[in-house]
T-cell receptor, first 113, second 114 residues
Framework: DAKTTQPPSMDCAEGRAANLPCNHSTISGNEYVYWYRQIHSQGPQYIIHGLKNNETNEMASLIITEDRKSSTLILPHATLRDTAVYYCIVRDYNAGNNRKLIWGLGTSLAVNP | DTGVSQNPRHKITKRGQNVTFRCDPISEHNRLYWYRQTLGQGPEFLTYFQNEAQLEKSRLLSDRFSAERPKGSFSTLEIQRTEQGDSAMYLC????????????FGAGSRLTVL
């Protein structure tokens, strides 16, 4: 079973920041938080990952709470092309051979003009 | 490198027929994964390879399913005696064994079993 909880859907106005929450209250010390997104009829696309510290790349920012029980993915200036299902996943970085990702239902983000 | 390539993109078949999907990963990636995704659900893990070795198989992978990666490069996923419940998107992803193991996915192969 997925170890994360996300709202099923969210809306965002084009040009505004999209803040997507994720709850992972049972996360363990070795588990990282990964975010992927899936645009309709395409394969998932990696966005960002982190352990404790906040992370930023060209696509998004990841804010992880101090207790690591939740995180927020931030798309700073959402565009229509950001409309997708966003998946938050936790995975043990040092799981040996067991490195598969376990996916939940994600958040369907609709960016509106 | 053009990323992860999957063929065919769409396959319609009749129940009971065999189908085979091919995945060409990013050339320097030694890990290759197969996932299945049905409408409205997240991807479900099926199996993965490190080089040519198949290291894990999901319980979802019944005896009718077989996957190979003979030379540690491309992989095939075969489904024998297809059933309507096999209708889904079959996703392939590749990555490297070290580091964060970020996965790059292909566009998927959509199977419809009539």
């Amino acid at each position: 079973d997925a170890k994360t909880t996300q709202p099923p859907s969210m809306d965002c106005a084009e040009g505004r920041a999209a803040n997507l929450p994720c709850n992972h209250s049972t996360i363990s010390g070795n588990e990282y938080v990964y975010w992927y997104r899936q645009i309709h009829s395409q394969g998932p696309q990696y966005i960002i990952h982190g352990l404790k510290n906040n992370e930023t790349n060209e696509m998004a920012s990841l804010i992880i709470t101090e207790d690591r029980k939740s995180s927020t993915l931030i798309l700073p200036h959402a565009t229509l092309r950001d409309t997708a299902v966003y998946y938050c996943i936790v995975r043990d970085y040092n799981a040996g051979n067991n490195r598969k990702l376990i996916w939940g239902l994600g958040t369907s983000l609709a960016v509106n003009p | 490198d053009t990323g992860v390539s999957q063929n065919p993109r769409h396959k319609i078949t009749k129940r009971g027929q065999n189908v085979t999907f091919r995945c060409d990963p990013i050339s320097e990636h030694n890990r290759l994964y197969w996932y299945r995704q049905t409408l409205g659900q997240g991807p479900e893990f099926l199996t993965y390879f490190q080089n040519e070795a198949q290291l894990e198989k999901s319980r979802l992978l019944s005896d009718r399913f077989s996957a190979e990666r003979p030379k540690g490069s491309f992989s095939t996923l075969e489904i024998q005696r297809t059933e309507q419940g096999d209708s889904a998107m079959y996703l392939c992803a590749s990555g490297v064994a070290s580091g964060a193991n970020v996965l790059t996915f292909g566009a998927g192969s959509r199977l419809t079993v009539l």
